[in-house]
DNA sequence: GCGATGGCCGTAAACGTTTACGGGTATCGG
DNA sequence: CCGATACCCGTAAACGTTTACGGCCATCGC
């Protein structure tokens, strides 16, 4: 069923058919309604490589996933509820939602540009920011909209929207350093993602403010990951004069910490203070309860539904600039912070 | 930079270029190599709209999410480690992945018939197989190509892999009721997820085999995630005659009835045996060490990928009858199931 | 030397839409 | 009654590919 056929079952031409569907003015109210119709009865759906072909639209946005950092989706259940807020978003704007999965090491510029020059989307969400991120500028070089979950290191003016990790680590030092905690044990995610230097830096201010030396060997980059987490955890006990503390930047890190610190006889929240980043499930699974930060995901997929749609051409205002927000998230005691030193 | 362009640069029609980026027969090998490094040279990639339009294929296969049973989405790692596999073997094909979101609260039928019509994708895994799924009937009939992540009750022959969930029940429940109990509460997934049918009546036959009367009040029917499994164990246990033990076959259920468990004073392993379905980050969090069954998904995701490709047209044998395929989950020992009776 | 064969390549017609453009009819003001 | 103005609608040209078809040239067998 094309357009054709619907067009001459209706004795009109393609041209006003098309015109019909796509709410143009240049139809009167009574043959668009024919028009609607007969397209509803007949199950009529335009054929999107067509359409795009000719209009350059797709009416679908783009969340860029790379498994590059595979323990960052493997089993991160970050992604899922955060793609529904963002599909919801979209509805709004009739806008389809497609995930595109890069190919397994398949670097993420040669993605990306494959899919530009493909033109399978209007727009992109981009997430697993780096500090230098070579897509930010080959995107706004080519006007191209997206919004970025995370910050970067470039200079340049475009829509992201990120957890404050400021917030995040200002409130998990000072319960730490309040409770008398001099050394600190800190995962960080890889050097590479962005959110790794903020987290270093911010551990370095809250440390000066309180008054206590920095430790290069008390900080270890690595994946978000159970087991890395556990690796790490293991590795910082094993020194010399052990961390009384462990700040897990990591998804499901604590997870693996957990069983570290229980392999070597200690218990967290009694022995060895120990303070997450977000309460996923695998963390609410944990006992003692984790001391850790809490988000709506579903809130932030719709704001940044709202951040790209801002960007797209027709939808915007053309005038107000990209939002660039810092998303508050809330610190959730538990008791796994407990320990009087 | 179009074919045509690129044509130009070499002063050959466009016809020979396309048929030399597509390794056809009609063009010498000097030619062929001679395009290949032009178009790699100024950066060429073909438009994905034009060349669907002429040829009707996409090269993308897409992966169907619904976010209707959000819980069994929400927070659910399993799909991000499948679709990792999933990836993983396509690409060996050249094809891309995408994973397609129905939007909240469209029919599932409506939003495959959508994409169908529009013509997005050359293939389908089909996720969350329903009891008696109309998706089934309406890709068989137009001949298009998918693989299905679960049965269903239709007698139709089409390519499919499921969990062998009849294994796991049946190790599950010998291990129960060898154990000495013979009030076993289940929490199965929704009635009309097919899963559902096979679990209970797996039950029912486990009990029959053991002697051991078949009380409905003991089977309840919730979402696979956290929040439900807690709320049904709590119902379950707070029976008159509650039962001994808990089979749960929900990803992140036993985080929620451990929960359950420990408000009401009991402890899981000691006072109610627990045994879940699978290994998931949040149930390796539990302590005591969750019963349960593992799998590995990259393994899954690589079979679908196998079982989709050797159905789509040019790649199949056409011979071959589609694969059909319960997958091994073993068990793997903890300590919430050891109760004495 | 000539017809046949096969390897390469150019030509042009699709694929299903959107949209600029122009034309036809009715309405309206004068 | 006439010209101008809207309002609709049809016409046709794109959009970027793929691919059936035909043609040219060289090679080959006799």
Redo the contacts with the bound molecule.
């Keep these: ?7 001459r079952h ?13 709410d ?9 309604q024919r028009v609607v119709e007969a397209a509803a009865k007949h199950g ?4 999107q ?9 797709t009416g679908t946005v783009g969340f860029m996933l790379t498994l590059e950092h595979d323990s960052a989706i493997h089993g991160d259940p970050f992604f899922m509820a955060l793609l529904e807020g963002l599909q919801n978003g979209l509805s709004e704007h009739d806008l389809d939602l497609v995930v595109l999965l890069a190919r397994k090491g398949e670097d993420a510029l040669t993605f990306l540009r494959r899919h530009v ?1 493909r ?1 399978t989307v209007d727009g992109w969400v981009l997430s697993g920011t780096q500090h230098d991120d070579p897509r930010i500028p080959f995107l706004l070089d080519r006007t191209i909209p997206f919004v970025a979950l995370g910050r970067t290191a470039i200079a340049r003016d475009y829509a992201w929207i990120d957890l404050d990790f400021e917030g995040v680590m200002g409130d998990a030092m000072t319960l730490l350093t309040e409770a008398g905690h001099r050394r600190i044990g800190l995962v960080a995610p890889p050097a590479t993602i962005n959110n790794s230097h903020i987290v270093v830096r911010c551990y370095r201010d809250a440390l000066v403010s309180a008054g206590i030396p920095f430790d290069p060997a008390l900080v270890h980059h690595g994946e978000t990951d159970e087991s890395d987490g556990e690796a790490t955890a293991s590795e910082l006990m094993a020194m010399p004069d052990r961390p009384t503390a462990l700040l897990l930047m990591g998804e499901t890190a604590p997870v693996g910490a957990y069983r570290a610190l229980r392999r070597l006889g200690l218990e967290p929240g009694r022995d060895v203070a120990v303070i997450g980043l977000r309460d996923n499930p695998a963390c609410r699974a944990l006992s003692p309860d984790l001391t850790c930060f809490s988000l709506d995901l579903g809130d932030l997929g719709l704001a940044l539904a709202r951040g790209l749609v801002a960007t797209l051409p027709g939808h915007t205002k053309d005038t107000e600039p990209p939002v660039q927000t810092l998303w508050d998230m809330t610190l959730r005691l538990g008791q796994s912070h407990k320990v009087e030193r």
């Excluded at 009529?44 to 054929?47: D, K, R």
């Design positions: 069923m094309d357009i054709r056929e619907l067009a209706l004795g009109l031409s393609i041209g006003t058919v098309s015109r019909a569907l796509n143009r003015k240049d139809v009167s109210p009574a043959t668009r009529y759906i335009p054929n490589s067509g359409r795009t072909l000719r209009s350059g639209r020059s033109g």
